[in-house]
């Protein structure tokens, strides 16, 4: 997309554009489905968060409560400190890009951009600039005279983006705003919605349930499960620090040990499970001797034959090994368990990793997760 | 294989001749010089050219236009009242009154003629309104023509994606800017569609006109009729050939507005 125009780069971030979100307790049902069961969550001025989950979550329902397109049964929802349930949709200083697009069949690219500020009752003389200004930051002035039905996804996808942003909202809500492309033009589009945020300061609230999505774009993410927030925080933190199994497998693959606590020394907590003994470090949580836990670790995290073996380390056999391109992914069983690990296709040896022969295996402590669940 | 394909598109052929032949007698008749008869003595434009000074045609055309462009817009601005609000207001109960939408469909004319006469009559004794002439043929084509108006927004209403009200919502537009400016120029086509319907229908209706209009308002059809009595003349048959013209373009304007994407 476009460099924005100097003056303008400059007020956005001055002036601190995005608003705050703070929703409490929100509820949304529909009939005995809770679609929103106690939805809190705070989102910062000018941030990009995104909101993760399976489909039926309620993620979309939690968006479509923030622009005032449904509305909650309990709880509330503040925009820059402003009470906003009361608060109709129009009148919300919300933007909202939708999932199928829904521009108006009916106008031009120009008129569907202008529409917002013409609802407004500016004057053609004050839209129209705006009007430009918007269409040549997401590079769609050529297309200013054609109807929608004549555009591809990408270009749709666009024009959405410029009737939002050129109303300059202080939120700007995105729902699945790339599901319907293919898979080369998306990845481009994420990097160019990400840039354009940066540049708008706008906070820009996002729903996905691509968590490749989510981790590439988002200052934040809030992992949904049934109704429910179960964990806000960057991505990177989702994906080391896990708070429970859902977590743990929504993101990314991942290696799930049952185990029973045996011994605590310290920091370090002894853990019996299937593979054997295995010591972990322990979090804040007060874990007492003989409590059921769960363990995670990466794939990419499990160590094959390493050069000085730990205290975590254990023969296996290796079940099967798949090239992938850049990675290799191997199945391991130690004792009863079947394992997975992923290394660089570089690092592993011609003849050492074949199905069938024996390995030892190592989970290093620093890489094994204690979830909640 | 091969016969029964022949078999079926000889049937089909006399099929369409049956139901085209008797029009197609009137059509090529009105042009024949003849007066009376069957006998063909040349083709003439005479006929055409003596409608247009015809007083009594002249007069019935003009009811015919008044009463026509009066209902059609009449049932126009309610059909599509109904149809909005069954589509996005009525929860409940909107099957029934779904169903019952088709009902003035189906009632055969008469039935709808003979009502019409004795609710007019009520009307008059209760409350000295729905004299019968102008008015009551005008109230009385409108009661017919706004299930079709309603039935084709109503489809064109269903095709819709209902995001697109959203997105006017949540770029600030108010209920009625939602209306003006998103609702109504999608369900255009669809009104003039419904409308192009009512128009013919009130154009050509015989029934509903005879039985509740009086004295001063005849209309084309009823003059037809009332000619016709006193003997057919190819003056008739070429009035018919044209009120049958402007029907036919109406209705295939009609299916195209029809025939337009939504999205």
Redesign the interface.
């Known amino acids: 997309m476009q460099q924005v125009p100097e003056a303008t780069a400059s007020r956005k971030s001055s002036d601190h554009l995005g608003a705050g979100i703070e929703g409490v307790g929100l509820v949304r049902a529909f009939g005995a489905f809770r679609a929103l069961d106690g939805v809190s969550v705070s989102i910062r001025p000018g941030e990009f968060f995104s909101i993760l989950g399976p489909s039926g979550c309620g993620k979309t329902t939690l968006l479509r409560v923030i ?3 449904d509305s909650a049964d309990a709880g509330s929802l503040s925009i820059d400190g402003e009470e906003m349930l009361a608060i ?4 919300r200083p ?3 890009v ?1 999932q ?1 697009y ?5 106008l031009t690219v120009r008129d569907n951009v202008s ?2 500020l013409r ?2 009752g500016l004057s053609p003389g004050e839209v129209a600039p705006r009007v430009e200004r918007a269409m040549e930051l997401v590079e769609i002035g050529p297309m200013a005279g054609r109807k929608p ?1 004549q555009l591809s996804g990408g270009q749709k996808q666009r024009v959405a983006l410029a ?2 942003i050129v ?1 300059e909202p202080r939120v700007l809500l995105l729902d699945e705003p790339l599901a319907a492309l293919d898979l080369r033009l998306r990845r481009q589009l994420q990097t160019e919605l990400r840039s354009l945020q940066r540049r708008l300061g706008m906070t820009f609230v996002h729903v996905t349930h691509d968590q490749e999505e989510a981790l590439a774009m988002s200052d934040r993410i809030a992992v949904m499960n049934a109704g429910r927030i179960v964990q806000v925080a960057s991505g990177r933190e989702l994906y080391e620090r896990p708070k429970n199994r859902f977590v743990a497998q929504f993101l990314g693959a991942c290696n799930l040990i049952p185990g029973t606590v045996t011994a605590r020394a310290g920091n370090v907590l002894t853990v019996a499970t299937n593979v054997g003994p295995l010591e972990v470090r322990a979090g804040h949580g007060t874990l007492p001797a003989s409590s059921q836990v769960t363990l995670a670790i990466r794939p990419e995290r499990v160590r094959l034959n390493p050069e000085v073996p730990g205290r975590n380390s254990f023969s296996a056999e290796l079940r099967d090994a798949m090239f992938t391109g850049a990675e290799t992914q191997f199945t391991l069983s130690v004792a009863e368990m079947a394992l997975r690990a992923v290394l660089a296709s570089e690092s592993v040896g011609a003849g050492s990793l074949r199905p069938g022969s024996a390995v030892v295996v190592d989970l290093p402590a620093s890489a094994l997760i204690v979830l909640e669940d | 294989m091969r016969r029964s394909s022949w078999f079926n598109s000889a049937v089909a052929w006399a099929v369409y001749a049956l139901l085209y032949a008797p029009i197609a007698i009137v059509v090529v008749f009105s042009f024949n010089a003849a007066r009376a008869g069957m006998e063909w003595q040349g083709a003439t434009l005479d006929w055409y050219r003596r409608l247009f000074v015809n007083e009594q045609v002249q007069s019935a055309l003009k009811v015919s236009l008044i009463v026509a462009v009066t209902s059609t817009a009449m049932a126009a601005v309610l059909g599509t009242t109904l149809a909005l609000a069954l589509e996005k207001h009525m929860r409940r109960g909107r099957e029934w009154v779904n169903g019952l939408l088709a009902v003035p469909v189906f009632v055969p004319d008469i039935v709808l003629a003979v009502a019409l006469l004795l609710f007019f009559g009520l009307m008059r004794d209760w409350f000295k309104v729905f004299e019968l002439g102008l008015t009551t043929i005008i109230a009385g084509h409108v009661t017919f023509q706004i299930p079709f108006v309603a039935m084709v927004v109503r489809a064109r209403l269903a095709g819709m994606d209902p995001a697109l009200d959203e997105a006017a919502r949540d770029l600030g537009a108010t209920s009625w800017q939602v209306f003006r400016h998103v609702t109504l120029p999608l369900l255009m086509p669809g009104i003039v569609a419904g409308a192009m319907l009512a128009f013919t229908l009130s154009l050509d209706d015989f029934v509903v006109s005879f039985f509740s209009g009086g004295p001063g308002s005849t209309t084309l059809p009823v003059y037809i009729y009332s000619s016709v009595k006193r003997g057919v003349t190819p003056e008739i048959h070429a009035l018919s050939t044209l009120l049958m013209a402007v029907s036919v373009i109406a209705t295939v304007v009609a299916m195209m507005l029809q025939r337009r994407d939504v999205r």
Do not use: C, E, Q
């Open positions: 622009a005032g397109l109709p949709a129009n009148k919300v933007n909202t939708f199928s829904a521009l108006f069949p009916h529409f917002g609802m407004k039905a009737r939002a109303n």
